[in-house]
Nanobody
Framework: VQLQAFGGGLVQAGGSLRLSCAAS????????AGWFRQAPGKERESVAA????????YYADSVKGRFTISRDNAKNSVYLQMNSLKPEDTAVYYC?????????????????WGQGTQVTVSS
C-alpha cells in the first residue's frame, strides 16, 4: 500500500485544516487507517483512527471534539478535519494503514506509512 498525505500548512490558533491521505496498491488489505503526529523533540503519538469497513473511530483525548476522521472507500482516501486548532497541535502529521484486525491505534500495529505533512499553528 502506498500512501500520500497532503493538506498541511500554517494556520492561526482557532483555525481549521483538512488533511487528506490517498491510498493506492493493495488497499483491500487495509483494516484500519489512522493519523499520527510528531512534534519536535517528542515521540510520535496517535491522533485518530477509523476502521475501513465499518467506520468505527478512535480519538486521542487531546483532540476529541475538535478533530474528525473520515474515509471514502470509493476514493481509497482518509481525511482528518481539524478544527479549533491550538499551537500544541503543531507537528508533522502522518497517515498510516493497518492490516491488524480491530481498531488499531498503536503505531506498532501499522504496516504502511505516508510521508508527513507539516501542520503549524501560530498563537
Amino acid at each position: 500500500v502506498q500512501l500520500q498525505a497532503f493538506g498541511g500548512g500554517l494556520v492561526q490558533a482557532g483555525g481549521s485544516l483538512r488533511l487528506s491521505c490517498a491510498a493506492s496498491g493493495r488497499t483491500f488489505s487495509i483494516y484500519t487507517a489512522g493519523w499520527f503526529r510528531q512534534a519536535p523533540g517528542k515521540e510520535r503519538e496517535s491522533v485518530a483512527a477509523i476502521t475501513w469497513s465499518s467506520g468505527r473511530t478512535y480519538y486521542a483525548d487531546s483532540v476529541k471534539g475538535r478533530f474528525t476522521i473520515s474515509r471514502d472507500n470509493a476514493k481509497n482516501s482518509v481525511y482528518l478535519q481539524m478544527n479549533s486548532l491550538k499551537p500544541e497541535d503543531t507537528a508533522v502529521y502522518y497517515c498510516a494503514t493497518s492490516r491488524t484486525y480491530g481498531l488499531a491505534f498503536n503505531d506498532y500495529e501499522y504496516d504502511y506509512w505516508g510521508q508527513g505533512t507539516q501542520v503549524t499553528v501560530s498563537s
